[in-house]
């Protein structure tokens, strides 16, 4: 297993919290953080020096598996997040993503999301090169 301890190449994307974002509590709807983590995710992606696009072009795509989200303090309409995220591991047909979400130097959300990567017969595929380069830089 290919391990990424040090946050290497690291992805940070900063969004403003919408009010469309928000519940009736006027703070960020819970399952919103799980679109932030594929907003970071795709971003990531990107960093690999391919888009999403691109590949599912070569066949490819990356189901999540697992999903794991720990609430420690709300975001709230208007508020200025920074979304972080690192490609923590790789092997075999397997990945993760760690993301930590702050407002200001704030850690609000932590969590990571598990993968496959899968073929257009959703048969399993090794870890794109070009993804396990993000971890071995």
Known sequence: MK???EKNNMVTLHYRVPYADTDQMRVVYYANYLIYFE???NELIRKSGKTYTEVEKEGL???VLE??????QPAE?????SIKGWLSWAEGSRFQVDYDIFRNDVLLVSGYTIHAVINEE???RRV???MVALIEK
Do not use: G, W
């Open 3 to 5: 391990k990424n301890p």
């Open 39 to 41: 907003r970071l995710r």
């Open 61 to 63: 795509a990356f189901p």
């Open 67 to 72: 999903v794991h989200c720990d609430y420690i």
């Open 77 to 81: 309409y208007d508020d200025e997040l």
């Open 122 to 124: 959703r048969r399993p």
């Open 128 to 130: 794109p090169k070009e």
